[in-house]
């Protein structure tokens, strides 16, 4: 037990001094460097994971359609989707202006 309270607080200490000595010399802060090491999500990346969470876990995947690209075989993906009763997404900007399509 003594052993292992020792392990722990030399761990703590390691860590502690090892962050301080980042930001001293590197001008990092510990903060910064999980940022760095972990960047944010991208804007797409945040659409794509909010279109499957409403979606549902077996929805289909209708692909990313991106700007002046060709949207057929999406179009055709999600309107096949559609006509049997299944979820699908479309996740891409463009996805909001055809989906719109769709339901004319």
């Not at 991208?42 to 994971?49: G, S």
């Not at 055709?76 to 009763?85: D, E, H, I, M, V």
Request: with cysteine; charged share 20%; aromatic share 10%.
């Amino acid at each position: 037990m003594l052993r292992l309270a020792f392990v722990v607080f030399g761990l703590v200490a390691f860590v502690s001094c090892s962050a301080w000595f980042i930001n001293r010399y590197f001008g990092i802060e510990v903060h910064a460097l999980a940022v760095r090491l972990w960047p944010p999500l991208t804007a797409v990346q945040v659409e794509v994971k909010e279109l499957k969470k409403i979606a549902g876990w077996f929805s289909l995947d209708c692909g990313h359609v991106r700007h002046h690209e060709d949207a057929d075989r999406a179009i055709t993906c999600a309107q096949r989707a559609l006509r049997r009763g299944s979820d699908f997404t479309l996740p891409s900007i463009t996805s909001v202006l055809t989906h719109t399509a769709l339901l004319d």
